[in-house]
C-alpha cells in the first residue's frame, strides 16, 4: 500500500513546532500584556537568556533573535517527541496523554534544567505567585506538549512495519 504524501516526518515536526512557538508566544504576551509587560518583552527575555539584561536595551534586533530562539526551541521539542514516536508507539497511539505528560516534562526540563545555565534576566523566581506558576505550567501542557503531539498524530506517517 502506497504511503500517504499528506504524512511525513518533517511535516509533523514542522507543524507541531510552529504550532507550539505561536501558541506558547501568545500565551505570556496576553498574560503578562494584562500585568502591564509591553509585548516586546517577552521575546526580548527569552533572547536575554543569550545576551542577559543587554535583550531588553537592544531593540528590534533583540526581540527578533528571541523569536528565532523560540522556534529553535519549538523545533527541537517538536523533533524528539515526534522521532521518540517512532520507536514508541505508545507515544502516537495515546496522543492526548501522551503530549500532556510531554508537556509536563518540556516544563520540568526547562525551568529546572536549562533555564538555571542561561543568562536569562531577570533571574527565575524560585517561588512564583501560583497565578504565574499554573500559567507556566500549563503552557507548557496545554500549548506546547499537547500540539506537538497532535501533530504528530494527524501529520507524521505511521511507523508500524505491515504484516502484509
Known sequence: MPSDPSRSVPKAILVGAMVAALLDMVDPIVFYGLRGIPPRQIPQSIASGILG?????????SVLLGLAAHLFIAL??????????????????????????????????????VLPHTNVYPRNNPNPAPAVLLNSIGAMV???????????????????????
Do not use: C, E, K, Q
Open 53 to 61: 539584561r543587554a535583550a531588553y536595551s537592544d531593540g528590534i534586533p
Open 76 to 113: 527541537v521539542w517538536a523533533t524528539l517527541f515526534v522521532l521518540a514516536a517512532r520507536a514508541v508507539p505508545f507515544l502516537a497511539d495515546h496522543a492526548i496523554a501522551a503530549g500532556l505528560l510531554y508537556g509536563a516534562f518540556i516544563y520540568a526540563v526547562m525551568y529546572y534544567l
Open 142 to 164: 496545554f500549548l506546547v506538549g499537547l500540539p506537538i503531539s497532535l501533530a504528530n498524530r494527524r501529520f507524521a506517517p505511521s511507523s508500524r512495519v505491515s504484516s502484509n
